[in-house]
């Protein structure tokens, strides 16, 4: 398949970039890509909560009134979980396993779907290069600009530029990552991902 190449003023160009029908040709498939986005989340979550049982509540062994004659239920002492201040009957824990295990196959199936379904909504635009000569924010605002691109916006790129990086930090809505350490839930989120030419073929060699 071909993917539409967009000059650095917006305007798409007569030929484009050739592209795998495997990795942006893809049918979608909405459970795949659930399970992979959330798969994601969930790797990237820590057990930072932790709660106290019953056993490592502050509390006093002796029994808090008679067992008779006081016309309440027996209670044996208030490190009970059904008592104000006691612990909790199924406590968070720090050592809580979030992880999800995903096969790397689906995981690479899922990311393909995202970027096909992308391509079919127009979301995702190639240009042949994108840099800048220095780290100015306000330079980086008027290229993206100059691509007529609204809102949000993922820049894959495929090496590592210092200067798009630096420009970048303080708009809050552009992201800019190697396209080797593209994610699934980056795809989603932003409006608009722009691609260059060369993190596409990066795209298609790790996704193949």
Known sequence: MELKLID????????????????????????????????????ARTATRAQKTRATVAHTTHKPYAQKGTGNARAGMTSSPIWRGGGRAFPNSP???????????????????????LV???????????????????????????????????VLI?????????SSRNLP????????FADPVSLVRFPNVLVTAG???KLEEILA
């Open 158 to 166: 495929d090496g590592f530029d210092e200067n798009l990086y630096l």
């Open 199 to 201: 993190a596409v073929k």
């Open 95 to 117: 050592n809580e396993n979030y992880s999800h295990k995903v096969n790397r196959k689906a995981y690479r199936a899922g990311m393909q779907t995202i970027l096909s379904e």
């Open 120 to 154: 079919r909504q127009d979301r995702l635009k190639v240009v042949d290069t994108f840099t800048i000569d220095t780290p100015k924010t306000k330079q980086l605002v008027q290229k993206i600009n100059a691509l007529g691109v609204d809102g949000g916006v993922l």
């Open 173 to 180: 809505n552009v992201l800019v990552i190697e396209a080797q």
């Open 8 to 43: 650095l003023n917006g305007k798409v160009a007569k030929k484009g970039v050739d592209a795998s029908d495997v990795t942006f040709g893809r049918e979608f498939n909405e459970s795949l890509v659930h399970e992979v986005v959330v798969a994601y989340m969930a790797n």
